[in-house]
């Protein structure tokens, strides 16, 4: 054996050494430990229970650690993705992102049920007591509004009109009702679809007095939840409440995604706003004003939608699928993240 061996087997041996406990050591070094991690006392005030001095008791834990003697896990429901999530937070500038595991079954469809269970859950962290919560039309926060089992006192209030009169009952109308149900809080939803024959009557409409007093509270909105659409049939609720001319000719503006029936092309600007004068709906402007917009939508073929959704700076928070965020996390994210709430055509 050279030296250069001779000088490695020694280092082994010392480090081994270093690491060897006795009895005495192992009882003292699990005592710190317990109190440390279990009963989350300080250094300090473990120190003085000890009689040694702060630095050797985190020499201790240190030790405990190489040990063995403490095993730290990061656990997350099986269901959740913490890496993908925090990734996407990141590559967004997001306040908050959720990625949800994605069902082998139902990868190419949009919004998977299991979304609007989370977001639910999110809700209950988001939302403060006397709080005014916004509801938009969509799948995804109908699915929402079915899975929340708290919430703590507040307003409910719709920001758009509904598919059609006829699903009012199953639709935004009941979500308004579900969610004010729960926390115990007033409701104050909107008898009307979200898409009219004209500007005129979309106009009238909104002066109606249930309508106007729904449209009141939008200014006091301090979280809300929307759904996003691809432009493609039975992605997009508002591409098919139109005629197929209308289809086309918006088509031809690059339309990549719809959100509460404003359109948006695939670097997040607006187009076709002449929509929006036919609908009732929440106005763009004063969604980027609402502090926290939580957007829910998954599927890969809802990806480039939720993209450009969230390069329009109208959305701080995104609860998505693992199907999803795979093809978000390839496309570049653009100069300005969805936490500036900067808008592109500005």
């Known amino acids: 054996m050279n030296s250069s061996e001779e000088n490695a087997v020694s280092a ?30 300080s250094k300090i005030q473990i ?26 896990e990061i656990r997350v429901p099986a269901e959740l993705d913490a890496e993908r999530s925090d990734a996407l937070r990141a590559h967004f500038g997001l306040r908050h992102a959720v990625v949800v595991e994605s069902p082998a079954e139902a ?21 403060d007591e006397g709080a005014v919560l916004g509801l938009a039309w969509g799948r995804s926060t109908i699915h929402m509004a079915a899975a929340l089992d708290r919430l703590p006192p507040c307003t409910v209030v719709q920001l758009t009109g509904v598919y059609d ?21 007033d409701a104050h939803p909107i008898y009307a679809p979200m898409l009219l024959p004209d500007a005129a009557t979309a106009t009238a409409l909104r002066h109606q007095t249930g309508i106007a007093r729904a449209f009141d509270y939008f ?14 049939p039975g992605v997009s609720t508002v591409h098919d409440m139109l005629a197929e001319d209308e289809r086309a000719r918006y088509a031809s503006y690059g339309v990549a995604a719809e959100m509460s029936a404003h359109l948006f092309d695939r670097d997040g600007r607006r187009v076709g706003r002449d929509l929006g004068e036919r609908c009732i709906t929440v106005e763009a402007d004063r969604l980027r004003r609402i502090p926290e917009v939580v957007a829910i939508a ?26 999803a965020a795979d093809l978000l996390l390839a496309a570049p994210a653009g100069v300005r993240p969805a936490l500036e709430r900067a808008d592109p055509d500005a």
Do not use: C, H
Request: proline share 2%; no cysteine; glycine share 10%.
């Open 12 to 41: 082994r041996s010392a480090g081994r050494a270093a690491l060897r406990m006795g009895p005495a050591e192992l009882v003292q070094a699990a005592a710190m430990a317990r109190r440390f991690y279990l009963e989350g006392k």
């Open 107 to 127: 990868e190419e469809s949009p919004d998977p049920e299991n979304l609007g269970e989370v977001a639910a859950d999110l809700l209950g962290e988001l939302v």
């Open 165 to 185: 009169a006829g699903t009012a009952e199953r639709g935004s109308v009941e979500a308004v009702r579900r969610a004010a149900q729960v926390s115990g809080g």
């Open 47 to 72: 120190a003085e229970e000890f009689g040694v001095s702060r630095f050797k008791v985190a020499r201790v834990l240190e030790t405990a650690l190489e040990r063995d003697l403490v095993r730290i």
């Open 219 to 232: 200014d006091k909105v301090t979280v809300a939840a929307v759904s996003i659409g691809s432009w493609e």
């Open 298 to 323: 998954g599927g890969q073929r809802k990806a480039e939608a939720i993209g450009a959704v969230l390069r329009s700076g109208l959305v701080t928070s995104l609860v998505t699928d693992t199907a």
